[in-house]
C-alpha cells in the first residue's frame, strides 16, 4: 500500500525557517517524481516544487525560488521541503504527493498533509 | 503563465442530478487535464488524468471531457458523497503547471 506521510510543520515566526519531510513507502521511490503542493487556510491549491526521481532535475514555483529546496533523499525513502525566509503567505497545509509518471503530469497519491502557521 | 479558471465556483444540486464543472485555460493545454476531488479536512485525489481516462477505483458516474482550452468534468447522478471541491489541473510541464480554483458541489 502507498504510503505518504508529512511532518514537520509548525508555528515558525516571520523570517524563520522550517523543513518539512515525506516519509515514502509501498512503491519504488526512486522510480517517482515528488512534489509539494500547498493549501492557504480556506484557500485552492497550489504547486510548490517537484524533483525528479534521481533528484537530477527541480522546479519551484516562482514565489518561492530562492527561498524554498526541495530535496531527497532514495536511501531513506524520503522527501524534503527547506523553507526560508518564510512570511505569512506561506501559511498552509503542505502536502506531498507522487507523480503517476504517465504521459502527463498528475498525483495519483497524497499525504495527509501537515500545517506550517507563520505568525508572531 | 497559463491560467486555469473553473465555473461555477460552487453549485447546489440533489441526488441524482447531472452535474457540469467546467475548466477554461487561457492557452492550449491539448490533453493535458486533470481533476481532483477534495472533502473537507482531507487531501485531493485523484479522480480523471488525461482529460478523460478515470482513475483506477473511481466510480463511472464521473467523466471528463474537452480538448485545447475547455474542458468539462460531469457527475452523472449525484451520490451523497460527491460533495466536495473539485479541481482541474494542467499537466503538462512543471515549468507552468497550475490548479483551477476550485468549485464546490453541495447536495441539496
Known amino acids: 500500500e502507498v504510503q505518504l506521510v508529512e511532518s514537520g510543520g509548525g508555528l515558525v515566526q516571520p523570517g524563520g525557517s522550517l523543513r518539512l519531510s515525506c516519509a515514502a513507502s509501498g512503491f519504488t521511490f526512486i522510480s517517482y517524481w515528488m512534489t509539494w503542493v500547498r493549501q492557504a487556510p480556506g484557500k485552492g491549491l497550489e504547486w510548490v516544487a517537484s524533483i525528479k526521481g534521481d533528484g537530477s532535475e527541480k522546479y519551484h514555483v516562482d514565489s518561492v525560488k530562492g527561498r524554498f529546496t526541495i530535496s531527497r533523499d532514495n536511501t531513506k525513502n524520503s522527501l524534503y521541503l527547506q523553507m526560508a525566509s518564510l512570511s505569512a503567505e506561506d501559511t498552509a497545509v503542505y502536502y506531498c504527493a507522487r507523480e503517476t509518471s504517465g504521459s502527463g503530469i498528475e498525483f495519483d497519491y497524497w499525504g495527509q498533509g501537515t500545517l506550517v502557521t507563520v505568525s508572531s | 503563465d497559463i491560467q486555469m479558471t473553473q465555473s461555477p465556483s460552487s453549485v447546489s444540486a440533489s441526488v441524482g442530478d447531472r452535474v457540469t464543472i467546467t475548466c477554461r485555460a487561457s492557452?492550449?493545454?491539448?490533453?493535458?487535464l486533470a481533476w481532483y476531488q477534495q472533502k473537507p479536512g482531507q487531501a485531493p485525489k485523484l479522480l480523471i488524468y488525461?482529460?478523460?481516462n478515470l482513475q483506477s477505483g473511481v466510480p463511472s458516474r464521473f467523466s471528463g471531457s474537452g480538448s485545447g482550452t475547455d474542458f468539462a468534468l460531469t457527475i452523472s447522478s449525484l451520490q451523497p458523497g460527491d460533495s466536495a471541491t473539485y479541481y482541474c489541473q494542467k499537466g503538462n510541464s512543471f515549468l507552468s503547471l497550475a490548479f483551477g480554483g476550485g468549485t464546490k458541489v453541495e447536495i441539496k
Open positions: 492557452r492550449d493545454v491539448s490533453t493535458w
Open positions: 488525461a482529460v478523460s
